[in-house]
């Protein structure tokens, strides 16, 4: 038989808080990439409708070297990454270079261009090329680009 | 045993709760002690525990593969963070699903022992989170304790006192 009591059951830890605080965020989100990673592979395992061992097999490797995987504190290697891409047929290593990126690099090399006042018909075609509008989060990555938002309408203008 | 279910503020999130216990009104967690028993010799491994936890809560959900699974009696949900080759400590927990762990304690595992029933500490807080384990099960038949809707957290009366052991101390 068991006695029972009404109470607040939260917890604040002075040691927990200690030990978060002396965490490198660096090591904090590596630990954390790692076992976001390990369930982005066991979702899609589960998803394609395979058992660990039918995904051991298919990955021609023990199902001990599976639980090891998907325990999250595995680092793989980046053949092994693709070979599970290929298995279950998701993306985990994006090797090409995304828009974003594309665009933080032509205002980099713009603005380098511009302190030379060399521009080429090819830097504004970048965003006709990508359909962008340039909206206020890329005004707020870099300023100057309204100088070039103005340049694209006036070549526009020309080539009408 | 007088025990009180704590949730760990800091560590839970909207994936999982992370829960640990109050013994007998200690100060302290079992949580707590253990990571003052450890943080001398293992504080990088502390803090990949705690980050592991803290993960869970926020992120991924306490999933299965994170544990090692059947430290316990069998289900009885105490498991075990972690099993990778190159660690020394052992944390003993219990698992309720993805949303909800109760996180106890442990210690650390020489690499010469293969089981636990090897080592008296870590006997000792392994049986201490079966029993701990019992008790809760015992608790929820009697409809004293039961998780909410969203198996998010335990609801109920969080603090609770196996009587049969105050019934064996005046034996």
């Known amino acids: 038989m068991m006695k029972m009591m009404k109470m607040i ?4 830890s002075k040691e927990i808080d200690d030990l978060l605080g002396d965490i490198d965020p660096k090591t904090e989100k590596k630990i954390a990439f790692r076992m976001k ?5 066991d979702n899609a395992r589960i998803n394609m409708g395979l058992s660990k061992k039918q995904f051991a097999e298919q990955m021609s490797k023990k199902p001990s070297e599976i639980t090891k995987w998907l325990s999250g504190t595995h680092n793989f290697t980046s053949d092994t990454l693709y070979d599970i891409q290929e298995c279950l047929h998701i993306q985990l290593i994006d090797i090409d270079e995304g828009q974003t990126e594309q665009i933080i690099r032509f205002l980099f090399e713009a603005k380098q261009k511009e302190n030379r006042q060399l521009f080429a018909y090819s830097d504004f075609n970048f965003f006709r090329r990508f359909n ?15 100088f070039f938002r103005k340049l694209c309408k006036h070549e526009k203008k020309q080539e009408k | 045993m007088k025990i009180k279910l704590v949730k760990i503020t800091q560590l839970s999130g909207n994936k999982a709760s992370i829960y640990t216990v109050l013994i007998d009104n200690d100060n302290g967690t079992l949580f707590d002690k253990f990571i003052i028993e450890n943080k001398i010799s293992f504080k990088s ?35 075990a963070l972690y099993d990778e080759p190159k660690s020394h400590l052992r944390l003993y927990c219990i698992r309720y699903g993805t949303t909800l762990v109760i996180v106890g304690g442990g210690g650390y595992k020489p690499k010469n022992i293969r089981a636990l029933q090897e080592d008296p500490k870590l006997t000792a807080e392994n049986h201490k989170m079966r029993s701990i384990s019992q008790l809760i099960t015992a608790k929820m038949s009697e409809g004293q304790i039961w998780f909410t809707k969203d198996y998010m957290e335990f609801d109920g009366s969080l603090e609770l006192t196996n009587e049969d052991d105050e019934d064996d101390e005046n034996d």
């Open chain 1, 132 to 146: 962008l509008e340039l909206k206020n989060d890329f005004m707020e990555l870099e300023p100057d680009i309204e």
């Open chain 1, 37 to 41: 990673l390990a369930a982005k592979i």
């Open chain 1, 9 to 12: 059951n939260t917890y604040y």
């Open chain 2, 45 to 79: 491994e502390l803090h990949n525990l705690t980050v592991r936890l803290k993960t869970m809560g926020q992120d991924t959900g306490a999933r299965e593969h994170f544990f090692k699974q059947f430290e316990g009696n069998p289900g009885d949900g105490v498991c």
